[in-house]
C-alpha cells in the first residue's frame, strides 16, 4: 500500500509567480484535503475534494485553486503569489471525506518559499 | 468562529517524566476532536479520534481523554522518540475541514 506522495518537496517562487503543487493519493482513498501550514502554526484548511468535486473550501482566495483527476491524484494551483504564501504545504488523503473518524493519511508536503 | 487552543507551547520532559498536554475548544455542534503527531519536517500523523465527553483511547504511552470544554493528551513514562509537536483538530457537523490548533512541541530528554 502505498502512502501520499507530494512534488515538489522544496521550491522556491518569487512574487506575482504561480505555482503548481502535485499529491498521489494513497490507493483507495477518493478523497483529497489541501492544508496550509505556516512556521510555528498549525495547519489551515484551503479545500477538500471528493470523487473530483470541491467539497468544502476554508478562508483562502480565488487565487488559490485545485483539481482532482480520475485516478484521484491531485493539483494545488496558486497564482499571483505573494510572501505570506510562504509555508508547507500538505495534502492528505482519505476514503470518504475522512471527517467522521478524522483520519487523513498526510503526505510529507511541498516547501513553497516566496521572495 | 471555531478555535482551538493547546497549551503549553512547548514542553521539556525528562524520560519517564509523565505529563499531559491540554487542548481547549469552542465549537457548536463538536463532531470529533482528533490528536496527531508531527515531526520535523514530515506530515501529521493521526493518533486518535474522541467523539463524546468521557471518551478516552490509548495507545501505547499515549491516553486521550475528552470532556465537553477541553481534551487533554497523557504521556507516561516518555522516551525520546516521543519527541514531536502534538496537534489537537476539531471538526463540526456539516464541515469537511479540521480546525487546528498550533500545537504542543515536546521535548524528551533521555
Known amino acids: 500500500e502505498t502512502g501520499v506522495t507530494q512534488s515538489p518537496t522544496h521550491l522556491i517562487k518569487t512574487r506575482g509567480q504561480q505555482v503548481t503543487l502535485r499529491c498521489s493519493s494513497q490507493?483507495?482513498?477518493?478523497?483529497v484535503s489541501w492544508y496550509q501550514q505556516a512556521l510555528g502554526q498549525g495547519p489551515q484548511f484551503i479545500f477538500q475534494y471528493y470523487r473530483e468535486e470541491e467539497n468544502g473550501r476554508g478562508n483562502f482566495p480565488p487565487r488559490f485553486s485545485g483539481l482532482q483527476f480520475p485516478n484521484y491524484s491531485s493539483e494545488l494551483n496558486v497564482n499571483a503569489l505573494e510572501l505570506d504564501d510562504s509555508a508547507l504545504y500538505l495534502c492528505?488523503?482519505?476514503?470518504?471525506?475522512?471527517?467522521?473518524?478524522?483520519?487523513?493519511?498526510f503526505g510529507e508536503g511541498s516547501r513553497l518559499t516566496v521572495l | 468562529e471555531d478555535q482551538v487552543t493547546q497549551s503549553p507551547e512547548a514542553l521539556r520532559l525528562q524520560e519517564g517524566e509523565s505529563s499531559s498536554l491540554n487542548c481547549s475548544y469552542t465549537v457548536s455542534g463538536l463532531r470529533g476532536l482528533f490528536w496527531y503527531r508531527q515531526d520535523p519536517g514530515k506530515g501529521p500523523e493521526f493518533l486518535f479520534t474522541l467523539y463524546s465527553a468521557g471518551e478516552e483511547k490509548e495507545k501505547e504511552r499515549l491516553k486521550a481523554t475528552l470532556t465537553k470544554k477541553e481534551s487533554f493528551l497523557h504521556i507516561t513514562a516518555p522516551k525520546p522518540e516521543d519527541s514531536a509537536t502534538y496537534l489537537c483538530a476539531v471538526t463540526q457537523g456539516g464541515s469537511e475541514k479540521l480546525v487546528f490548533g498550533k500545537g504542543t512541541k515536546l521535548t524528551v530528554n533521555p
Open positions: 490507493s483507495g482513498h477518493n478523497t
Open positions: 492528505a488523503s482519505s476514503l470518504g471525506g475522512g471527517i467522521d473518524t478524522g483520519e487523513l493519511f
